[in-house]
């Protein structure tokens, strides 16, 4: 059974906002598009740059450091360099708080 892990608070990210979060020892990108919350590894599969500190435009995040774009509703790649798709976790929100599915 999955296990979920209390994050933040819906106050914590504005709609457009990014927050890294610590699931366990790992390092968790928070993404407010609309008021649907999305989670991700916060490294970039393309080279490890902090997601957090990228741009988000809508659903389009672009990486900080070699500019490639996710669409972060499904981790898909939407421009490279990066070849592999972000790595995503389950969200629930339950009242103001946010819950991320541990990483196995």
Same mark, same amino acid.
């Given at each position: ?5 209390a ?7 504005? %709609?457009?906002? &990014?927050? !890294?979060?610590a =699931?366990?020892?790992?390092? *968790? ?6 008021? @649907? ?26 990486? %900080?450091?070699? &500019?490639? !774009?996710?669409? =972060?509703?499904?981790?898909? *790649? ?6 592999? @798709? ?19």
């Open positions: 059974m999955t296990q979920y892990v994050v933040a608070q819906i106050g914590d990210i504005a %709609p457009g906002e &990014l927050l !890294r979060v =699931v366990g020892r790992h390092l *968790v990108c928070l993404a407010n598009v609309d008021g @649907q919350i999305s989670a991700f590894e916060d490294d970039c599969p393309h080279i490890g740059g902090p997601l957090d500190e990228g741009d988000l435009e809508g659903h389009v995040l672009t990486c %900080p450091i070699h &500019l490639a !774009r996710f669409d =972060v509703r499904t981790g898909q *790649v939407l421009r490279g360099p990066a070849r592999d @798709q972000l790595r995503m976790y389950a969200v629930r929100v339950e009242g103001e708080r946010i819950w991320v599915a541990a990483p196995e």
